[in-house]
Every structure is written in C-alpha cells, then in structure tokens.
C-alpha cells in the first residue's frame, strides 16, 4: 500500500517540540530585552546596566562566583555537543538479525542492503543517482532518495523502485513488511514522497 508523506521518526519528532519550546523562550526574551533597550517600561530601566549593583557587588566579593559561572557555562557546552552526537547517529540502524535459528544468528549489515538497493535503483532507466539508508532500531525502515534526469517518467521509476526493487529486498532479509520510505528528485519537478508498506 502507498501513502503519500514522509515518515516522521520519533527522536525527530522529540527533538522539534524541545527546539520550538527553546525557540519560543529565547525569543520571548529577546524581544523583553529589546522592549527594555528601547524604554518601552521606562527611560530609568532603559539605562540600567545588565548586572545591577548588588549582583556585581557579589561577584567582586566573592572570588568563586566567575568560576562558577564558566564551570556552568562549559557544562551546558558538553551538554550540547553531546546532544548534537546524538543528532548524528539518530535512527540509523546498524543492521538487521536476518535469523534466528538453532544454528545461530544471521546478521546482516545495513551498507550491504543499502548499497544493493541503491545500485538495484541505479540501474532504473532514467535514474541518475540513488542513496538508501536503513532507519529505525527497533522498528527498521527502509529510505530510499532517487534522482532522475529531466524527460524521465516518473511514475514509472516509482513504480519500480516500490514494485521489483523493494520486492527483492524484501525478500532477502525475509521481512514482507519492512516499510519504506521514496523520495524521487526529478529535474525541474516537485519532490515527491511515497510512504511504501
């Protein structure tokens, strides 16, 4: 069955509400600051520096303050590097258990599927380029991204890709209901997304 859209992982969808949320409080503070630089509240606020007198007389009498504020500072730094690592291995998955018998198990990387679906895809008529990635841990996807020169028939490559190509990769790992994701970027033409399952 095709439907049209593109699959919006979790950590994605996870990571847009908490970016919307930072950007929404970033922004409200922004613009208060810039209403107080202004004298919307007043000429006498308008002039006051960052820091009042008490909170600097604080810091210069206490010679930890700084510190502590850079040890903070490099904290919420790591923090964010460290969320940004994440952001770079989010939803690859590293491969598939093909089986699981009395034998063994059967694992099979995720660059030999990818590269056999792209090269599988390549050799469409029409076909430029074509890129697969395998997603998801627990529930893996398969995404496919398709690029074709101009004059190509579009819903023909569509129809190979969700047809043969997805049929034998399938098939190999065993797994009819491996869901798959097709971005076709024909020259000079819309992007066009069919969710495949």
């Known amino acids: 069955m095709t439907r049209p859209g593109p699959r919006v992982p979790p950590t994605d969808r996870r990571n847009r509400v908490i970016l919307a949320a930072l950007g929404v409080l970033l922004t409200a503070a922004g613009v208060l600051a810039?209403?107080?630089?202004?004298?919307?509240?007043?000429?006498?606020?308008?002039?006051?520096?960052?820091?009042?007198?008490t909170v600097r007389g604080f810091a210069a009498g206490h010679g930890w303050f700084w510190?502590?504020?850079?040890?903070?500072?490099?904290?919420?730094?790591?923090?964010?590097?460290?969320?940004?690592?994440?952001?770079?291995?989010?939803?690859?998955?590293?491969?598939?258990?093909?089986?699981?018998?009395?034998l063994g198990d059967v694992h099979l990387p995720a660059a030999a599927l990818t590269d056999a679906v792209a090269d599988d895809v390549a050799a469409i008529a029409?076909?430029?380029?074509?890129?697969?990635?395998?997603?998801?841990?627990?529930?893996?996807?398969?995404?496919?991204?398709?690029?074709?020169?101009?004059?190509?028939?579009?819903?023909?490559v569509v129809g190979e890709v969700c047809g043969p190509v997805l049929g034998r990769a399938r098939r190999a790992l065993g797994r009819p209901d491996l869901p798959a994701q097709v971005n076709i970027r024909p020259v000079g033409v819309a992007r066009r997304r069919p969710r495949v399952r």
Do not use: K, M
Not at 34 to 53: C, E, I
Not at 83 to 88: G, K, S, V
Not at 128 to 142: D, H, K, T
């Open 67 to 102: 510190p502590v504020v850079g040890v903070a500072s490099g904290l919420v730094a790591l923090l964010a590097l460290a969320w940004l690592a994440q952001q770079a291995r989010t939803d690859r998955s590293p491969g598939l258990d093909v089986t699981h018998d009395a």
């Open 34 to 53: 810039l209403l107080v630089g202004v004298g919307v509240f007043g000429d006498s606020r308008s002039d006051q520096p960052v820091l009042d007198p």
């Open 126 to 156: 029409g076909v430029e380029g074509a890129r697969a990635e395998l997603r998801g841990r627990r529930e893996p996807s398969l995404d496919i991204a398709v690029r074709v020169t101009r004059g190509t028939d579009v819903p023909g």
